[in-house]
């Protein structure tokens, strides 16, 4: 059984407990944080949703969906044993709208005793005079809740919110824009995903016409959580065609719901007076003939309505308790999270000071595992997710140089020099084409050398040209690793301060040392492209000249291979196999002949080529050491190293107190804003206390009664 599967058998005292600790809950306030699992009574006016109420309760409601509903009402049904007889507490929850005078003044409406004749309508006329609603009180429509609680014997375990019936067009009662408000009101509630919607549908009139099957089937698309009712079946003609297409209907073959649905009869206009007996007697007579007769017993009448209510509600609170656990788990943490960046109240100057201490201390650790690279703070989060990636400033930083590094090796000469020019690559031009650029510059630079021979001042200028993309490299990476800085500096301050508190510590002290440490930044990025960019090549790097021995060996060796092809040395049969009689059929002076063919013999182009070389060898160690020397000298010593000063306990020491209060002063959203968090805190922890001893109880009741994994508590 589906009461036995969920651990609290129906009606039991543990049905009880379960219901309860949901009304405990809905009483606090919680559900202004927490969607709680509930069933809502919807539908158009003269639906017949009063008559469902007072068939479910025993209590004679309102019958005009007019003004006089312009409130939420909740029905809190509970069963007790026959010594305990029948009891009835009605009250008003204040909306959160309302002022504290207006909270004090609503809960002051209490009533305690079984109204005469059971009706409750007066008690609910006398709420609405209180709340202030219709007519001339100023008020169309209150987000109070009028809450009635009915114990009794013949009660269900049982709590469902009654809504204002929808309608659209006005009376001289209520406008169009009344209509507008309940339908928010309504829509409100239905969208609520923990929410059960009973939608009433009267046979009056098509369903497909009525709002609330609209409404309905618009929020709850698939239908999972809507349990349709039918009521006044009696109004239709026996046998027509519109008898045959609500049975249809009730046997979940058109609009299909999860829930499936329900039929009722309710009370007419002769039958107002009736007592509840006289009303159950007639209805169970109804259903026993005609077509409804084929209907099963438990998808029809008000006796079966509680049942199947207290039954559909009771799995709907079991099935959603992990969920509401965790989304109370995760209110309780943002509560904290956010209230840890408020801090205590600071109305003094000492209690702002410290105020900033602690933030000071706590942004120093964090920067200092950002540059470190030890993320071991839950402020990082998710390295998966952007900005948990952003976060991580030192493999920002690592990446970002190694990009650099590579970029500079592959992107940082102005002209690349080749032997043979590739398709596409602009940069790209022939060896001899720029020897004799160089020569025509040697020329123009001449001085007292001897012939043959050139200046070396020309291999700095040759140098400097090729150097010339490295200063907007250097600029593109220092700005790419000095936003994520800001980023990470920013993101560590919005972690540990309320945002007011930020933007003013940033304008105060943050934002400017951030400017001095960029300026300090570009001054040693200048400091490290001056004697590349001006002074003479100068390096006692052995590297050099190994530089210098490589490329003139591999120059060599591609003229020694050229000429020996020249003569037929190294050429093959076609099948890549060399004849060994070639080797031996060439004299030494043939093969000295053909290599020297390839010998440069223009004196001033082999100067030229010379000085190419020297350039380029030095441009390898130039290279090597601005790579070293921007990423440890510039971005690590004169940015990263200097991040946890920006903001320390001794600056706040040495702070005026004119700073510190202009930094920290509190105004009153904020001073509001921690009274919320704080009043939101207690209602989610009051909340976590008694859902965890209602999963305990649950456990149990699973040890006894067995248990549905789909629902189980954890």
């Known amino acids: 059984m589906a009461g036995q599967a969920a651990g609290f058998p129906l009606q039991s005292e543990d049905h009880k407990t379960l219901m309860d600790i949901i009304d405990k809950l809905r009483s606090k306030g919680i559900n202004r944080y927490v969607n709680l699992p509930q069933i809502v009574v919807c539908g158009d006016q003269s639906s017949g949703k009063s008559s469902v109420l007072q068939a479910i309760s025993g209590m004679s409601f309102p019958t005009k969906d007019s003004l006089c509903t312009r409130f939420a009402t909740e029905l809190i049904l509970r069963r007790t044993d026959e010594s305990s007889g029948e009891k009835c507490n ?17 809960k002051q409406f209490q009533y305690s005793e079984i109204p005469d004749q059971h009706d409750i309508g007066a008690l609910v006329d006398q709420a609405r005079e209180d709340m202030g609603v ?21 009660q269900p375990h049982l709590t469902i919110v009654d809504l204002p019936g929808l309608f659209r067009a006005g009376n001289k009662e209520q406008s169009a824009e009344d209509a507008a408000i309940v339908q928010d009101l309504v829509r409100l509630y239905m969208q609520n995903p923990r929410t059960i919607i009973l939608a009433v549908v009267s046979a ?19 239908g999972n959580r809507t349990l349709g009712l039918i ?3 009696d109004t239709l003609d026996i046998g027509s065609a519109s008898e045959v297409d609500y049975f249809d209907l009730a046997r979940n073959m058109d609009v299909k719901f999860r829930l499936g649905w329900h039929v009722m009869r309710n009370r007419d206009f002769k039958t107002r007076d009736a007592t ?5 007697f007639a209805e169970a007579e109804f259903f026993d003939r005609g077509i409804w007769a084929g209907l099963p017993r438990s998808q029809k009448g008000a006796a079966s309505l509680r049942v199947r209510l207290s039954e559909v509600l009771r799995d709907q609170i079991i099935a959603q308790l992990p969920d509401v656990l965790d989304e109370i788990r995760r209110g309780i943490k943002d ?7 408020l801090g205590t109240s600071r109305k003094t100057i000492a209690e702002q000071r410290k105020y900033l201490l602690n933030a000071s201390h706590k942004f120093s650790l964090l920067v200092t595992e950002a540059k470190d690279g030890f993320y071991r703070d839950h402020f990082f989060g998710s390295a998966r997710d952007d900005e948990g990636r952003r976060k991580r400033l030192r493999a920002v930083v690592q990446n970002t140089l190694a990009d650099f590094s590579h970029n500079m090796r592959t992107n940082g000469q102005a002209r690349q020099i080749v032997e043979t020019v590739a398709e596409g690559k602009p940069k790209q031009v022939l060896r001899s084409k720029y020897l004799e650029e160089v020569k025509d510059l040697m020329v123009r630079t001449r001085g007292c050398e001897l012939p043959g021979t050139y200046n070396p001042l020309i291999i700095g200028e040759l140098f400097h040209e090729q150097c010339t993309p490295w200063r907007g490299m250097l600029r593109v990476f220092s700005d790419q690793i000095f936003e994520a800085v800001k980023f990470m500096v920013d993101a560590a301050l919005s972690h540990i301060l309320d945002e007011d508190t930020r933007v003013k510590l940033w304008k105060e002290l943050i934002s400017n040392a951030l400017d001095q440490l960029n300026r300090q930044l570009r001054n040693k990025v200048d400091e490290i492209l001056l004697p590349h960019e001006n002074g003479h090549p100068i390096t006692y790097n052995h590297y050099l000249t190994e530089n210098v021995q490589k490329i003139r060996l591999t120059r060599f060796q591609g003229n020694l291979k050229r000429g020996l092809r020249d003569i037929g040395i190294g050429a093959s049969d076609g099948l890549g196999i060399v004849p060994s009689n070639v080797y031996i059929s060439k004299s030494i002076d043939q093969c000295v002949e053909a290599i020297v063919q390839h010998t440069e013999k223009d004196l001033e182009i082999l100067s030229c080529s010379d000085a190419v070389d020297w350039m380029e060898a030095y441009y390898k160690v130039a290279l090597k050491e601005v790579v070293d020397d921007f990423s440890k000298l510039a971005i690590e010593a004169c940015l990263i190293s200097k991040l946890p000063e920006l903001f320390t306990p001794e600056m706040v ?5 004119d700073t510190v209060y202009k930094i920290t002063a509190e105004s009153s959203e904020k001073a509001d804003e921690r009274k919320f968090l704080t009043e939101k805190m207690e209602i989610l922890s009051s909340g976590m206390t008694e859902l965890v001893r209602l999963s305990t109880h649950h456990r149990e009741m699973n040890g006894r009664f067995g248990c549905n994994r789909n629902i189980c508590v954890s």
Do not use: M
């Open 276 to 280: 509840n007996e006289e009303r159950d």
């Open 653 to 657: 020491y040495e702070l005026s107190e």
């Open 231 to 233: 009521t006044k079946p």
């Open 90 to 106: 009605v009250s008003i929850i204040p909306g959160s709208d309302r002022s504290t005078e207006e909270k004090v003044r609503l």
């Open 335 to 341: 509560c904290t999270n956010r209230l840890e960046k």
């Open 204 to 222: 009056q009139s098509n369903f497909a016409l009525q709002e609330v099957t609209q409404l309905a089937r618009e929020i709850d698309v698939r």
């Open 134 to 154: 219709g007519g001339a009180r100023g008020r169309t429509f209150c987000k109070d809740v009028l809450r009635i609680e009915i114990s009794g014997p013949a």
